[in-house]
């Protein structure tokens, strides 16, 4: 069975800090695709990267980087430089039979 | 690129009512549609999907339904409201020229009383 795992429930940081947030993804699929999206306070997803399990390179997009490792089954997300406008709640959210299937989420709270 | 647009944006009901919620899409055609909930707590639950017109997939057993009369609206509806339905009702597509992404709408907030 698969597991998304999103363990860190609350984060909160000070603005310019650089904060990680974790996800785990259990499966025994050895093709996959992974998501990350944003949840600012307005409600409204927005989708912020797709990975797939065979490209475990790094990418970096402005202050954004994402981290894949296959062996440990982690995507992790990794924000540099934190603003306010970061607060918002994450959510990392495996594809499977044709749905995304989505974590608990991790709430980034970003303090000036 | 696609919008998507919910209405009503906040809805209040009383315990028995009915419901209906509407999703509608613009710039694109033939994309995969989603209901989702958001209930307190935040995880995301898969209601219902749709591939077509009239093509409906429940994900999930309740007392809620879906229709897709055209291809771009999708509608949620319900004949009678329990106070479980309370949530953050959301609406997604995927587009056809995409494999998996899945894009949101503003979402209908949703309060049973």
């Known amino acids: 069975a698969q597991k998304v795992t999103q363990a860190q429930t609350e984060i909160s940081v000070v603005e310019k800090e650089d904060v990680t947030l974790d996800c785990v993804y259990e499966?025994?699929?050895?093709?996959?695709?992974l998501f990350w999206y944003k949840q600012p306070p307005s409600g409204e997803l927005v989708f912020l990267i797709r990975?797939?399990?065979?490209?475990?390179q790094n990418e970096i997009s402005g202050r954004y980087s994402w981290n894949f490792q296959k062996s440990t089954s982690s995507f992790n997300f990794t924000i540099t430089a934190s603003q306010v406008v970061d607060s918002a709640v994450y959510f990392c959210?495996?594809?499977?039979?044709?749905?995304?299937?989505f974590g608990q989420g991790t709430e980034l709270s970003v303090k000036p | 690129s696609q919008t998507i647009h919910q209405w009503p944006a906040t809805l209040v009901q009383p315990v028995g009512s009915p419901l209906s919620l509407e999703c509608t899409v613009e710039?694109?055609?033939?994309?995969?549609l989603y209901w989702y909930r958001q209930a307190a707590g935040r995880g995301l639950q898969l209601l219902f999907y749709s591939v077509g017109i009239g093509q409906i997939s429940s994900e999930v057993p309740q007392n809620l339904s879906a229709s897709r009369p055209q291809d771009r609206q999708f509608i949620l509806s319900s004949k009678k409201l329990l106070l479980s339905d309370s949530g953050f009702y959301l609406c997604a597509l995927k587009p056809q020229s995409k494999t998996y992404e899945q894009y949101f709408g503003p979402g209908t907030r949703l309060t049973v009383t």
């Open positions: 990975r797939n399990s065979f490209d475990e």
């Open positions: 959210a495996p594809f499977k039979g044709g749905k995304l299937i």
């Open positions: 499966t025994r699929d050895t093709t996959y695709y």
């Open positions: 710039g694109t055609s033939n994309p995969n």
